[in-house]
């Protein structure tokens, strides 16, 4: 059997396992809370038929008119036909998994209680030389506010949803593989285990939680700036979802590790192996979000780095994996021994 042969049954073997893994993720967010898991799949389930068509449609035309505007069409029909059913694969596991995501998350502090702050907001002081966020304030003029609260926000969910849209449509298996295998450990591993076992709430509910006044600078600095009254109304709905126990799309509280960090991380390792320039552009939005993280104090500066370390050696491992799959390989040996045996009886 040749190489390339060998190397795309191991990616289809490591997929299919992922997808079994995934599933298992669901179904323990389901054993957990059975009606929160299902309302997150209800509410998930208008985003992914609605924007995701729209952005596998606009990934496909673009694709398209770069790598063959002389029949984009056919480029399309080749796309769907070559990729279309492992894409939907990929979208139908990407919400159950999500739904899965927010039923931990909102979960966490029944399991572990808040406990890691203080800890966190001492290292932040001590490698910083003092809070992190006073400097980011007093550098940031407050007319870039606006911009910031898109950028956070808006831009991050297009991301998100793009470059998982591009990865499930990409012809280069073996990258594909990496980044599929890279983002569910990321979800699950940093987002679910790294976060049940550093549980904690972040800057902006610090001294509701811990009391003090702590970070009543940056709360009094964000109320009094009109222009990040979004940030200051998607805290007060995670916080009321927490004090009233009502589970729902916007409900969860966590700090560190940083998902909203880890992920435009991931992406730009995925895409530097695309392009060069979009990897840059990438790194540049990750900064951008790590960097506006502790501005709003949604994290503690720590909770970024720890979070861009712990991908970097996830997207390394997952390169390892892709590369190389002892299971599948002894198969595909054991399987290869078989047909030559046979053959010499022939």
Not at 96 to 104: E, I, N, P, Q, R
């Amino acid at each position: 059997m040749s190489d390339i042969a060998v190397g795309g049954e191991r990616r289809q073997s490591i997929l299919t396992r992922l997808a079994i893994l995934c599933f298992a993720y669901a179904a323990g967010a389901a054993l957990i809370d059975g009606n929160l898991y299902l309302l997150n799949l209800a509410k998930y389930l208008p985003i992914f038929l609605g924007i995701v068509p729209v952005f596998c449609a606009v990934n496909l035309l673009l694709s398209a008119l770069v790598s063959s505007s002389k029949n984009p069409l056919g480029f399309v029909h080749n796309a769907l036909r070559e990729r279309g059913a492992a894409a939907v694969g990929i979208g139908v596991t990407c919400w159950v998994g999500m739904a899965a995501f927010w039923t931990y998350k909102f979960h966490i502090p029944e399991l572990v209680p808040f406990y890691a702050d203080r800890a966190l907001a001492n290292v932040d002081e001590v490698i910083h030389f003092g809070a992190p966020w006073r400097f980011l304030h007093s550098i940031t003029p407050d007319a870039a506010v606006p911009a910031m609260v898109l950028i956070y926000f808006p831009a991050w969910v297009v991301q998100f949803a793009a470059v998982i849209v591009f990865a499930a449509f990409h012809s280069n298996d073996g990258n594909r593989t990496r980044y599929l295998v890279s983002f569910a450990t990321v979800i699950a591993g940093l987002g679910t285990l790294l976060a049940g076992t550093l549980s904690s709430v972040g800057p902006i509910y610090y001294d509701r939680f811990l009391g003090g006044t702590r970070f009543a600078g940056l709360t009094d600095a964000l109320h009094a700036n009109a222009d990040a009254s979004l940030i200051i109304r998607v805290s007060e709905q995670l916080y009321a979802a927490y004090v009233t126990g009502t589970g729902g799309l916007v409900a969860g509280i966590s700090a560190m590790p940083s998902i909203h960090v880890a992920v435009p991380a991931l992406n730009t390792l995925f895409l530097l192996t695309v392009n060069r320039w979009a990897g840059i552009a990438g790194c540049i939005f990750t900064a951008a979000i790590m960097f506006e993280s502790v501005y709003f104090g949604w994290h503690y500066a720590v909770d970024g780095y720890v979070s861009v370390i712990a991908v970097s050696v996830i997207w390394y491992v997952a390169g390892l994996i892709t590369k190389y799959d002892k299971w599948t390989d002894g198969m595909a040996c054991i399987r290869d021994a078989g047909v030559a045996q046979a053959s010499s009886y022939e």
